[in-house]
């Protein structure tokens, strides 16, 4: 089988590819060990292959020219287009492709007789972008500069923030990706019931996880007192609770692996405000980060806009550590408060700091509910149970076109 991945990026690195990046990754690798022939395509930067569309955020552009164009890229159609003629494919694994690649390429697809599967990453398919954005914007600390709710504000009632909903309105009322997508991955239950409410046609809808290589060692003993952030730096991920609970917890050693536009603004503040048991550490590989799963007493998610299925916090369980993670509904798919993790309110340093004492006092309990945590990741995300899954979905595409 030829499989296209198409992305926003080409040949995106871990730190700006990030859980969406290593997804692809380990899909190509286990795609590879079968036989399959993978290829990539998406916008690449100055020093990329000139037959790839160049990288442009048309919503930050002034001209209302390059913002139409968040609606339709004729560069990334055309060259997808010459590259399926020298490269033909059975099917094409979309991804995060709407306002930078765009479904321009979809009716290029549909010409070349390509199969389309398309991976739901996010929100913007059910059209409730603002509702999901607003799932973190409880002020628990009361009228505090908080970046996040200024962000929320400019990407939801901002000049950009009303493109991209138009965007995002023009492309369900014309159905573009609903008629001409074959099937729809979800990598969590309540996004593929969300999916089904907005109208998606329920045959073309399928849970398949996100696949997580699992460690052969066994999890060791942790330190006790080290809590790891693995993320992208930036406004939606919230690290800076972290700072905010470290403040409160002097003693904890608070460890941030992850780059992104934050980290100057987080480096500064931990100076600041004399935050010694911070620590920064940048992006770390997947082999990189594996010893600070082995140190960690437990693996914090901090976002305040809504989850979907991020692959930090399956590559923390698979490793055996206890996740505490905000209480939002598709995390509870994974986090039993008690069992495989802990859950606070989103947003609130006061309820994560009550969360983290519950954890760190206890080791037995916080061993045992990494390794239920890990258990969940072996029977549900083992990367070779989910591409026989998506393998499905493959060849269910590759008929769904042929019948077109």
Known sequence: MRILHMDKFLHASDAAGGGVGRYIRTLSEESRRRGH????????????PANRPAFVDFNESVGWRDRLRILHN?????????????????VAHLHNIYHHVTASILPVLKSHHVGVVM??????????????????MDDPDGGRDD?????????????SGWALRLRGWIERAARWYARDVDTFLCPTKFLREELRRAGTPRSKIQYAPIPVEIPDAPPS???????????????????????????????????LAGDGPLRDSLDQRRR?????????????????????????AAVVVTSRCMEN??????????????VIAPDQPPLREWIAEGQTGRLYKTGDATDLTRAVKTVLADD??????????????????????VMNQIEQAYEGAIRRCALR
């Not at 970046?147 to 000049?159: I, P, Q, V």
Request: proline content about 4%; aromatic content about 6%; charged content about 25%.
């Open 221 to 255: 003993a942790d330190d006790g007192k080290t809590l790891l952030f693995a993320g992208r730096l930036t406004v939606e991920k919230s690290p800076g609770l972290l700072l905010d609970l470290a403040k409160r917890l002097p003693d904890v050693n608070l460890v």
């Open 272 to 296: 600041r405000e004399g935050l010694f048991n911070v620590e920064l550490i940048g992006h770390l590989t997947r082999e990189e980060i594996t010893p600070w799963f082995a140190r960690a």
């Open 37 to 48: 022939t993978v290829d990539e395509f998406g916008c690449a930067a100055d020093t990329g």
């Open 309 to 322: 299925s991020p692959v930090a916090m399956l590559e923390a369980m698979a490793a055996g550590r206890c």
């Open 364 to 385: 037995n309990a916080r061993r045992t509910m990494g390794a239920a945590a890990r258990q969940i990741v072996q029977q549900q995300h083992n990367p070779s149970s």
């Open 147 to 159: 970046a996040f709710l200024r962000e929320a504000k400019r990407r939801c009632a901002g000049l």
């Open 119 to 136: 991976t739901v990453h996010d929100y913007r398919q059910i059209g409730r972008e603002r509702l999901f954005w607003r799932w973190g």
């Open 74 to 90: 004729p560069s990334a159609a055309a060259m997808l287009h010459r590259h399926l003629r020298s490269h033909p494919v059975d």
